[in-house]
């Protein structure tokens, strides 16, 4: 396409110079006619360039459209490994499907951020005993009692401060 537009650009600019050589030895009114012509070609030369232009920007959308498209599908297949466990609690976090271990073992992903299509895992919040927080949207997950006897269950360990 951007081939085709340089032919006609050069087109109209090899155009340009047999008419004006015309306009030299023409009459008044054909000189007028002639000049009016090389006017329009010199309009046409203007819009062809505006055209380029936003072919330009036309195709650098693309590209960043295809960029985002790839990272959603990345995103739709990793997405298809996850699941939501529920703790006794209520809180609801994300655990990969395929590893087979208690979900009290497994790696636990923000619910919240996942399903703003981001991975984030959470962590020990350090102040509070038995809370988990997303290190990114920063959205607290308590375990009660009966998920902290699954959670020692599953370790096999009293405590994950200081098991
Ligand atoms: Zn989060």
Not at 34 to 62: C, H, K, P, W, Y
Not at 73 to 95: C, H, L, Y
Not at 121 to 147: G, M, N
Request: glycine content about 4%.
């Amino acid at each position: 396409m951007n081939h085709t537009m340089q032919k006609l650009l050069a087109s109209i600019r090899d155009s340009i110079g047999p008419l004006r050589e015309l306009q030299k030895n023409a009459d008044p009114d054909e000189k007028l006619i002639l000049a009016d012509v090389v006017d329009r070609l010199f309009t046409a030369r203007e819009l062809l360039g505006d055209i380029q232009a936003q072919m330009a920007d036309l195709s650098s959308q693309n590209e960043k459209l295809k960029q985002t498209t790839a990272q959603r599908d990345q995103w739709i297949s990793q997405k298809a490994n996850f699941e939501p466990f529920r703790f006794f609690a209520g809180g609801t976090v994300m655990v990969e499907k395929d590893d087979r271990r208690s979900p009290y073992c497994r790696d636990w992903y923000c619910k919240h951020c996942f399903d703003n299509e981001r991975r984030s895992q959470l962590q020990p919040d350090p102040r509070r005993h038995w809370e988990f927080v997303c290190p990114s949207c920063k959205t607290p997950i308590a375990l009660y009692p009966r998920d902290q006897e699954a959670y020692n269950e599953a370790h096999n360990q009293r405590d994950p401060a200081t098991g």
